[in-house]
C-alpha cells in the first residue's frame, strides 16, 4: 500500500479518510556574569488546528468531557489501524514553505516508544528519520523596550519539521490518592519543529516564539492559544566562557507563554552561572518553570540515554508528494509578518519600532491599514502612534485586552482626523478614547460637542484667555521675568487649567512668549 499525493488530494491504495505579544521582558545581566556566553535552542510543538486527529476521526475539541473525544485508534484497541489526516499534511507542507524548508518528496513514519499511563499503545507515532521537511530558516526582529535601543534581526535555522500525534493527560486525584487518564488529546495532530541552538538568551528566544506564532495564525494551521496548550515550548540551555567547549545543557519543558520563555531561559542561565561560579557542576536534567516562583524546577535526570527504540511504523507506507501538490500550496501562502513589516516602512514611512508593534497585535494592524485607507490626509505616523499609545494606553488603564477592542475603525479614523485638523488636542483625544471604551458606538464629533471638548484655536479669544492668567498670576510673571524661565511651563499650565484643555497649547505658547517679553 502507498500513499501518493498529486495536485489534489492524497492518495491511498486501500483506505483514505478526507476532512479540516504579550509583550515580554527579562532583566539583562549584571556585570558581573558578562563573560559567559549562553547558548539556546528550542524545541516547539504546535497543534495543527483541524476538526479531527492526525490518524483518528475522533474530533479534536479544547475543554471537551473527559474521555468524550476518543476512537478506538485513540484507545490502541487491537486491530485498529491509523489512516493519515490530509488537512494535517497541507497544514504541515504550508508551514515548512513559510518556513523556506527544504520539503521530503519521500517522507516516513516511525514508532517512538516510552511507557506512560497516557500512551496507550506504548509507543508515539512520529518522523525520526524522514521527516515532512528539513532546513528551513526563520529571520525575525528581535525588540525590547527599555532593554534592546532599537531592533535587530536575528536568524535561525530549523533542523526539522516532523508531523507526529500528542499523547493523553493523566489527572492526579491527590485527595483520593489516584491518577486517572484523559484520552481526548491521544492522537491530536503536532507539528514539532526541532530549531538549531542559534539563540544567545531568554529575548530571542521569545522573539523567536511570538514570530512562529505570527506565522502560524496567518498560515491557520495552529490556534496558536498557549494557555490551551495548542503552543508548547522546550527549551534546551547551556553556557560557557568563550573559546571552551559547550557546557552541559539542561532542558526546560513545556513552557506555557511566551513570557515565560523569555523568563524561564533568563533564570536558568543565571542559574548555571552560579552553581558553575561556586565550584558546582550542572547536570543534564529536565526542569520545568514554576511561573510562580519565577524559577526552574528539577524533574528528573537526563544523565542516562533512553533508548527510544525507533522502528518504521509498519501500519504507514511511506508520504510521497508530488511537486505539483508542494507549488500549488506555495501560490496560496498569505502575506507573512516579515512582509507586512517591510511593507510598513517602505509604504508608510513608519519607523521600525512602530511595524513591529503593528505587525505583533493583528487588531492594532487592521485598524491601521483600514484608517490609512479611508483617508489619506492623515499622516500614517500620527495614525500609528495613536494605536500603539493612546489606544493601547486606555485599554492597559481599563485592564481590558485590545483583542476586546469593539471601537468601529472609522470611529478612531474620524477622532484621528479631528486631532489633525486642531479641532480637538491630544489631552482631549484621551478622554474621547475613554469614551468610546465605554460606549464603542458614540460618534467622536458628537462626544466633543456634547461635553464641550472642541478645541479653542481662536487667536483673539485665546489671548484673552493669555492676559486673564498673566493678571491672575503676578507671581509667576514676576518670577519669568526675573530670569526663571521654567515657570513659563506653570504659566502655560494654569492656561490649560483655565480653559480645562481646551486651549491649542501651540498657539497658547506663542501668545505668551509675545506678552512676557
Known amino acids: 500500500m502507498m500513499i501518493n499525493i498529486n495536485s489534489s488530494r492524497i492518495r491511498l491504495t486501500g483506505i483514505l479518510r478526507s476532512r479540516g505579544m504579550g509583550n515580554f521582558s527579562t532583566k539583562p545581566l549584571p556585570k558581573s556574569k558578562l563573560k559567559w556566553k549562553s547558548v539556546v535552542g528550542l524545541e516547539i510543538h504546535a497543534q495543527i488546528e483541524t476538526n479531527s486527529k492526525l490518524f483518528s476521526g475522533a474530533q479534536v475539541e479544547f475543554a471537551a468531557p473527559v474521555n468524550a473525544n476518543v476512537s478506538l485508534f485513540d484507545a490502541a484497541i487491537p486491530g485498529t489501524l491509523p489512516v493519515l489526516n490530509e488537512a494535517c499534511v497541507r497544514a504541515g ?10 520539503i521530503n518528496l519521500v517522507s516516513m513514519f516511525d514508532r517512538k516508544h516510552y511507557f506512560y499511563a497516557d500512551l496507550p499503545a506504548g509507543y508515539q507515532i512520529t518522523q525520526q528519520r524522514a521527516p515532512l521537511a528539513r532546513n528551513g530558516t526563520l529571520s525575525f526582529p528581535v525588540f525590547i523596550p527599555g532593554i534592546t535601543k532599537k531592533p535587530y534581526q536575528k536568524t535561525v535555522h530549523l533542523h526539522q519539521l516532523q508531523l507526529e500525534q500528542d499523547s493523553g493527560k493523566s489527572l492526579h486525584d491527590d485527595a483520593a490518592g489516584k491518577s486517572l487518564v484523559d484520552l481526548n488529546r491521544a492522537g491530536a495532530p503536532l507539528m514539532e519543529f526541532v530549531f538549531d541552538p542559534d539563540l544567545s538568551d531568554g529575548e530571542e528566544a521569545a522573539a523567536l516564539v511570538k514570530e512562529l506564532i505570527l506565522i502560524l495564525t496567518r498560515l491557520k494551521t495552529c490556534s496558536c492559544k498557549m494557555e ?58 529536565t526542569r520545568s518553570w514554576d511561573a510562580t516562583s519565577k524559577t526552574t524546577v528539577a524533574m528528573r535526570d537526563k544523565e542516562v540515554l533512553q ?8 501500519n ?32 508608510y ?17 487592521r485598524f491601521f491599514l483600514e484608517i490609512s485607507n479611508q ?36 470611529s478612531l479614523g474620524n477622532l484621528i482626523k479631528m486631532l489633525h485638523q486642531g479641532k480637538v488636542n491630544l489631552q482631549i483625544t484621551r478622554l474621547i478614547l475613554q469614551e468610546l471604551f465605554q460606549n464603542p458606538s458614540e460618534c467622536p464629533n458628537n462626544v466633543a460637542e456634547s461635553k464641550n471638548w472642541k478645541q479653542i484655536s481662536d487667536e483673539g479669544e485665546i489671548e484673552k484667555i493669555c492676559e ?9 510673571v514676576a518670577a519669568y521675568r526675573g530670569g526663571k524661565t521654567k515657570v513659563f511651563y506653570a504659566i502655560v499650565g494654569e492656561v490649560a487649567k483655565s480653559t480645562e484643555n481646551r486651549a491649542n497649547i501651540s498657539i497658547v505658547v506663542e501668545k505668551l512668549k509675545k506678552m512676557l517679553k
Open 93 to 102: 507542507l504550508s508551514t515548512a514553505l513559510a518556513l523556506s524548508c527544504d
Open 228 to 285: 490551551e496548550g495548542a503552543l508548547r515550548v522546550d527549551a534546551n540551555v547551556s553556557v560557557h566562557e568563550p573559546g571552551t567547549p559547550l557546557g552541559t545543557r539542561t532542558e526546560i519543558k513545556n513552557i506555557g507563554s511566551v513570557r515565560g520563555v523569555a523568563n524561564a531561559i533568563a533564570h536558568e542561565i543565571s542559574r548555571q552561572i552560579d552553581i558553575i561560579e561556586d565550584g558546582g557542576k550542572i547536570h543534564n536534567e
Open 307 to 314: 533508548d527510544y527504540r525507533f522502528m518504521p511504523e509498519p
Open 316 to 347: 504507514l507506507p511511506p508520504l510521497r508528494l508530488s511537486q505539483s501538490f508542494i507549488e500549488d500550496l506555495r501560490q496560496g501562502l498569505p502575506e507573512l509578518p516579515e512582509e507586512t513589516r517591510e511593507k510598513l516602512t517602505r509604504d
Open 349 to 365: 514611512s513608519l519607523p521600525p519600532e512602530t511595524a513591529i508593534i503593528l505587525v505583533n497585535d493583528d487588531i492594532l494592524l
Open 375 to 410: 483617508d489619506g490626509s492623515i499622516p500614517p505616523k500620527l495614525i500609528a502612534n495613536i494605536l500603539t499609545n493612546e489606544l493601547l494606553t486606555i485599554y492597559n488603564k481599563n485592564k481590558a485586552s485590545i483583542e476586546e477592542c469593539e471601537i468601529p475603525s472609522r
Open 468 to 476: 486673564a492668567t498673566l493678571v491672575a498670576n503676578p507671581k509667576l
